[in-house]
C-alpha cells in the first residue's frame, strides 16, 4: 500500500516542553555489539563488549579527552528491554525518528549480534522507528593488531543466498515501524563497491520486494570519503540505488593540518590527530541523489590505541553547526527524502556517540535537535 508522509513525533524536551518540527528525518546509526556473545569471549576474552574498549581507553598525548564514559543509560547490556526502552525514549525526546542497527549476514544464514534486533521486532517494542544495515564487510582483527586475521568472512553465495537473506529480514520490512520512503522500506548497504555486481545485487533485492508485496525498497549505498580523497563508491545512480550516503568525518584536511598530523605522529609516536571542522558541510556534494551524514564526534582510539585517528576540539555547538548546514543542503529535497544520517547513536568505542556522557551530558542531543527545528 502506499503510505503518507509520517507525521514528525510531539519530540519533547526534558522539561516536557514540545519542540519544534524537525527540518529533517535523523536517522542514527546503531551498534548492536553491548552484550556478550560467544564469538566475542573466544576471540577477545569472556565478557568482551564495546563496553570493554570503552572503559580500558587512555590519554595518549597532552590534552586528549580519554575515557569517555556513559552518563544516564550507564554501562548497559542490550539484552535488556528496560535499556532499549530507555534508548528510544531519550532518542525520540531529541528528534531522532530511527536507528538504523547494523545488521550481518556473512552468508548461507551465518549471523553474529542479531538478538537486540530480533527482541525489538519479536516484542513490538520499543516505538522508535528502525531500518537495517547491512555491514557486510569481513571481520578482521585490524583494532588488535592482528590486520591479517580474518574472523568472519564475508561471503557472497549468488541468487539463491540473496532469497534467503531477503527472506530473513522480509518481516522486519513488513513491521510499521520500518522506516519508508514514499512507501518503500529503507534498506542500507555498508560497502556496495565490494559487491560481485552492484547492478545486479539492485535488480534482484528489488524484484523479490515486488515479489512479496512490497512497493519495491528504497536501496541506500554508502559513499565513504572518510578524509576527503575521493569516495570509494561513486557509482550508486548507475548501479540503480535510490540514494547514496556522503561520509565523510569533520576533520579539517588541508597542507597545514596535514603537515601539523605527520609532525604529532613523529614526535609522539601516536594517532592521527585532525582538528574538528565545523564548515565540513560545505564540502559535501550537491548532488540530489546524495544524502549527507554528520558526526558529533570522533575517537576511535578505545579500538585502535595508538593506531588510531582523533578528531580533537569537537564540541556539541560545532557538531549543531554542521547539522543545521546538512538541513539546510536537504531543503529543497521532498519531505520523505530528507533523511540526515547521524553516526553514531551509540559507537562509544569508535568515539562517536549522541547518547549521554559524564563530561557533556545531553548537549550532543541538544545539539542535535537544535540544528533540526
Same mark, same amino acid.
Given at each position: 500500500?502506499?503510505?503518507?508522509?509520517?507525521?514528525?513525533?510531539?519530540?519533547?524536551?526534558?522539561?516536557?516542553?514540545?519542540?519544534?518540527?524537525?527540518?529533517?528525518?535523523?536517522?542514527?546509526?546503531?551498534?548492536?555489539?553491548?552484550?556478550?556473545?560467544?564469538?566475542?569471549?573466544?576471540?577477545?576474552?569472556?565478557?568482551?563488549?564495546?563496553?570493554?574498549?570503552?572503559?580500558?581507553? /587512555?590519554? !595518549?598525548?597532552?590534552?586528549? %579527552?580519554?575515557?569517555? =564514559? #556513559?552518563?544516564?543509560?550507564? +554501562?548497559? *547490556?542490550?539484552?535488556?528491554?528496560?535499556?532499549?526502552?530507555?534508548?528510544?525514549?531519550?532518542?525520540?525526546?531529541?528528534?531522532?525518528?530511527?536507528?538504523?542497527?547494523?545488521?550481518?549476514?556473512?552468508?548461507?544464514?551465518?549471523?553474529?549480534?542479531?538478538?537486540?534486533?530480533?527482541?525489538?521486532?519479536?516484542?513490538?517494542?520499543?516505538?522508535?522507528?528502525?531500518?537495517?544495515?547491512?555491514?557486510?564487510?569481513?571481520?578482521?582483527?585490524?583494532?588488535?593488531?592482528?590486520?591479517?586475521?580474518?574472523?568472519?568472512?564475508?561471503?557472497?553465495?549468488?541468487?539463491?543466498?540473496?532469497?534467503?537473506?531477503?527472506?530473513?529480514?522480509?518481516?522486519?520490512?513488513?513491521?510499521?515501524?520500518?522506516?519508508?520512503?514514499?512507501? /518503500?522500506? !529503507?534498506?542500507?548497504?555498508? %560497502?556496495?563497491?565490494? =559487491? #560481485?555486481?552492484?547492478?545486479? +545485487?539492485v *535488480?534482484?533485492?528489488?524484484?523479490?520486494?515486488?515479489?512479496?508485496?512490497?512497493?519495491?525498497?528504497?536501496?541506500?549505498?554508502?559513499?565513504?570519503?572518510?578524509?576527503g580523497?575521493?569516495?570509494?563508491?561513486?557509482?550508486?545512480?548507475a548501479?540503480?540505488?535510490?540514494?547514496?550516503?556522503?561520509?565523510?568525518?569533520?576533520?579539517e584536511?588541508?597542507?597545514?593540518?596535514?603537515?601539523?598530523?605527520?609532525?604529532?605522529?613523529?614526535?609522539?609516536?601516536?594517532?592521527?590527530?585532525?582538528?574538528?571542522?565545523?564548515?565540513?558541510?560545505?564540502?559535501?556534494?550537491?548532488?540530489?541523489?546524495?544524502?549527507?551524514?554528520?558526526?558529533?564526534?570522533?575517537?576511535?582510539?578505545?579500538?585502535?590505541?595508538?593506531r588510531g585517528?582523533?578528531?580533537?576540539?569537537?564540541?556539541?555547538?560545532?557538531?549543531?553547526?554542521?547539522?543545521?548546514?546538512?538541513?539546510?543542503?536537504?531543503?529543497d529535497?521532498?519531505?520523505?527524502?530528507?533523511?540526515?544520517?547521524?553516526?553514531?547513536?551509540?559507537?562509544?568505542?569508535?568515539?562517536?556517540?549522541?547518547?549521554?556522557?559524564?563530561?557533556?551530558?545531553?548537549?550532543?542531543?541538544?545539539?542535535?535537535?537544535?540544528?533540526?527545528?
Amino acid at each position: 500500500m502506499t503510505e503518507t508522509p509520517p507525521e514528525a513525533p510531539d519530540h519533547r524536551g526534558p522539561e516536557g516542553a514540545p519542540a519544534a518540527s524537525p527540518r529533517a528525518r535523523a536517522l542514527a546509526f546503531y551498534l548492536p555489539q553491548f552484550f556478550p556473545i560467544p564469538e566475542n569471549d573466544e576471540w577477545w576474552g569472556p565478557g568482551f563488549t564495546e563496553w570493554t574498549n570503552t572503559a580500558r581507553a /587512555r590519554r !595518549l598525548y597532552p590534552g586528549h %579527552r580519554q575515557p569517555t =564514559l #556513559p552518563a544516564d543509560l550507564g +554501562f548497559y *547490556d542490550l539484552r535488556v528491554p528496560e535499556t532499549r526502552q530507555a534508548q528510544s525514549d531519550l532518542a525520540r525526546a531529541y528528534g531522532v525518528e530511527a536507528f538504523v542497527y547494523w545488521h550481518y549476514w556473512f552468508g548461507d544464514g551465518d549471523r553474529i549480534l542479531e538478538r537486540p534486533f530480533a527482541e525489538v521486532l519479536e516484542r513490538g517494542d520499543p516505538e522508535i522507528g528502525f531500518a537495517l544495515a547491512w555491514a557486510n564487510q569481513s571481520w578482521t582483527g585490524i583494532w588488535h593488531a592482528a590486520a591479517d586475521t580474518i574472523l568472519k568472512q564475508q561471503r557472497y553465495l549468488g541468487a539463491e543466498d540473496d532469497r534467503r537473506h531477503f527472506e530473513t529480514i522480509l518481516p522486519a520490512f513488513r513491521d510499521e515501524r520500518y522506516v519508508r520512503v514514499n512507501g /518503500r522500506p !529503507l534498506f542500507y548497504v555498508f %560497502r556496495p563497491e565490494e =559487491l #560481485p555486481d552492484a547492478a545486479e +545485487f539492485v *535488480d534482484r533485492w528489488q524484484a523479490m520486494a515486488r515479489e512479496a508485496g512490497l512497493e519495491g525498497l528504497y536501496l541506500v549505498a554508502e559513499a565513504s570519503d572518510l578524509l576527503g580523497a575521493g569516495a570509494r563508491y561513486a557509482n550508486a545512480e548507475a548501479d540503480g540505488f535510490d540514494a547514496s550516503v556522503y561520509m565523510r568525518l569533520p576533520a579539517e584536511v588541508n597542507r597545514a593540518t596535514r603537515l601539523r598530523m605527520r609532525a604529532g605522529r613523529k614526535l609522539m609516536g601516536g594517532p592521527e590527530i585532525w582538528p574538528y571542522s565545523d564548515t565540513i558541510v560545505a564540502d559535501y556534494p550537491r548532488d540530489p541523489h546524495v544524502q549527507p551524514c554528520v558526526y558529533p564526534n570522533w575517537d576511535n582510539t578505545p579500538r585502535a590505541g595508538r593506531r588510531g585517528l582523533v578528531v580533537r576540539d569537537a564540541t556539541p555547538e560545532r557538531f549543531r553547526r554542521n547539522v543545521a548546514d546538512a538541513v539546510d543542503l536537504l531543503a529543497d529535497r521532498p519531505a520523505q527524502e530528507r533523511l540526515l544520517w547521524v553516526k553514531s547513536w551509540n559507537e562509544w568505542a569508535e568515539g562517536n556517540h549522541l547518547e549521554p556522557d559524564l563530561r557533556e551530558g545531553h548537549a550532543w542531543l541538544e545539539a542535535l535537535r537544535a540544528g533540526l527545528s
